[in-house]
């Protein structure tokens, strides 16, 4: 073997053991993360806990979400319609505001209600589950908590109060960038609100009546801290979706991502948001409908 090739070799060599360790790395800080929101389920073995923390997220997520919508019909409204002419600011405003209110519970619910795909029983020969009666197909996860195996799982999600699977994981996704535009819309198109009411808020000069003010910082804080949560974790999955793979795939089976390819990446978001052959991505990310996926004939 020639120098050049002995030379070639050991830098290839190099370059994978600096790709392992800065994996090694990644996967790290993301298995952390998992055990802090309880995806892990070797971390909690105690599944009332998990179902116990599952209840408190649901609670804070429907809490977090009628407040902001109860502030913007309320507070943020009557600010523009004493501002701005009614058409077609306010108006706008207004049917803006009517889709995201309807869109961040559809799908919710969806992904909340929606039932795994139901697995076909043990079997003699087959692979089978350790710790239920169903067979375990190539891809298919137990989750302790929910006492079931999933299909394609993700991860258990406690603010949904269960797994997120090729089930409802189009919904999930839909409802994380409802939310997220539902943040971006509260905002950044009020931009005057803030500015003209988180002032008079901060000012220590300014009359204790100032209600409108209070509500203001008080409003700004949550939709600050939900819209960070929310724009990581869209730019979490849009990574996953467009790279192959799942979070627990990522996370505990070590498999990195497949080749990137426009057309590759346009087929697995079709694939991953339910959308049929009549259908589109776009419709699927701005009309809310119907994306659990409810036997295999789907896949």
Known sequence: MRKGEYIQ????????????????????????????????????????????LDKLCIT???????????????VQLPFDYERLDFFPFTLLRVLCGLWLTYSVPYHYLKARTAEPIQLPKRTPTGPNCSFCTSSKPRLTSHCRTCDTCVYR????????????????????FLFL????????????VEYEFWME?????????????????KVAGFSLSIIISLHLIMLSFVITYVFL??????????????????????????????????????????????IPSDRVVRDFDFI
């Open 241 to 286: 979706v467009s790279g192959g793979f799942a979070l627990l795939d990522m996370l505990f089976q070590k498999e990195g991502a497949q080749k990137l390819t426009l057309s590759k990446i346009h087929l697995r978001w079709r694939q991953y948001l339910a959308v049929r052959r009549d259908d589109s991505i776009l419709r699927a990310l701005f």
């Open 177 to 188: 960038f409802s939310v997220f535009l539902s943040t971006i819309f509260v905002l950044y």
């Open 60 to 74: 804070l997520a429907v809490a977090k979400t009628t407040w902001i919508v109860f502030f913007f019909f309320t």
């Open 9 to 52: 070799r050991d830098r290839k060599e190099k370059i994978r053991e600096r790709n392992v360790e800065t994996r090694g790395k990644v996967l790290g800080i993301l298995r952390f993360g998992s055990k802090i929101v309880g995806n892990d389920d070797s971390i909690i073995n105690e599944s009332s806990l998990m179902k116990v």
């Open 153 to 172: 799982r993700d991860h258990h999600c406690p603010w949904m109060g269960q797994c997120i699977g090729i089930h409802n994981q189009a919904n999930f």
């Open 197 to 213: 009411n988180v002032k008079i808020w901060i000012d220590k000069s300014a009359s204790s009546t100032q209600w409108n003010s």
